[in-house]
T-cell receptor, first 116, second 113 residues
Framework: AQSVTQLGSHVSVSEGALVLLRCNYS??????LFWYVQYPNQGLQLLLK??????LVKGINGFEAEFKKSETSFHLTKPSAHMSDAAEYFC??????????????FGTGTKLQVIP | DTAVSQTPKYLVTQMGNDKSIKCEQN?????MYWYKQDSKKFLKIMFS???????INETVPNRFSPKSPDKAHLNLHINSLELGDSAVYFC????????????FGSGTRLTVV
């Protein structure tokens, strides 16, 4: 079964600093990978996704992620943090063995705190 | 116009009661899902329907029964509610096939007292 591991349940950065949220995946076949963001008391919103096209994926709000097969990683980055980026971030993987349908497994989440 | 809408947003009820949560999507997606998010923010899939057909049924107590009257609607009925059922329940939808990602509703916070 596919899985993702998010390193660090809490990450704090200063406003304007680099944001780096780590995600490693486990998959026996090329996976589909996603990053979602959840603001307080809201649902999850898709930030970006990797579907085996370009390894560097650009998403909304200035975020991007790079798929590195050799490291089984899909880390999320943003060059300069804004206060509005404070939220919970989830890495996720789609299980290709789910009979042709999407079955997405989520990581445990990383709470990003942005310090003024 | 909300893409995936859930009702109610909040639900407080006593142990032993039966309750339902409704979900509707206007995106034309074929597949809908129910996820449970616990107090530690962990998300676990419960059910998925594709064109009204149940395709994913994880290990969930049989007190939970999903129903999909058409591909735009997916409801969740819970019998004999227990304290441990307290969580946020999210509905989501997607197009068929891998890689498209989900669109989530804003969630239903269920509190069992």
């Amino acid at each position: 079964a596919q899985s993702v591991t998010q390193l660090g349940s809490h990450v704090s950065v200063s406003e304007g600093a680099l944001v780096l949220l780590r995600c490693n995946y486990s998959s026996s076949v090329p996976p589909y990978l996603f990053w979602y963001v959840q603001y307080p008391n809201q649902g999850l919103q898709l930030l970006l996704k990797y579907t085996s096209a370009a390894t560097l994926v650009k998403g909304i709000n200035g975020f991007e992620a790079e798929f590195k097969k050799s490291e089984t990683s899909f880390h999320l980055t943003k060059p300069s943090a804004h206060m509005s980026d404070a939220a919970e971030y989830f890495c996720a993987v789609s299980d290709p063995d789910s009979g042709g349908y999407q079955k997405v497994t989520f990581g445990t989440g990383t709470k990003l705190q942005v310090i003024p | 116009d909300t893409a995936v809408s859930q009702t109610p947003k909040y639900l407080v009820t006593q142990m032993g009661n039966d309750k339902s949560i409704k979900c509707e999507q206007n995106l034309g997606h074929d597949t809908m899902y129910w996820y449970k998010q616990d107090s530690k923010k962990f998300l676990k899939i419960m059910f998925s329907y594709n064109n009204k057909e149940l395709i994913i049924n994880e290990t969930v107590p049989n007190r939970f029964s999903p129903k999909s009257p058409d591909k735009a609607h997916l409801n969740l009925h819970i019998n004999s509610l227990e304290l441990g059922d307290s969580a946020v329940y999210f509905c989501a939808s997607s197009s068929s096939g891998q890689g498209s990602g989900y669109t989530f509703g804003s969630g239903t916070r269920l509190t069992v007292v």
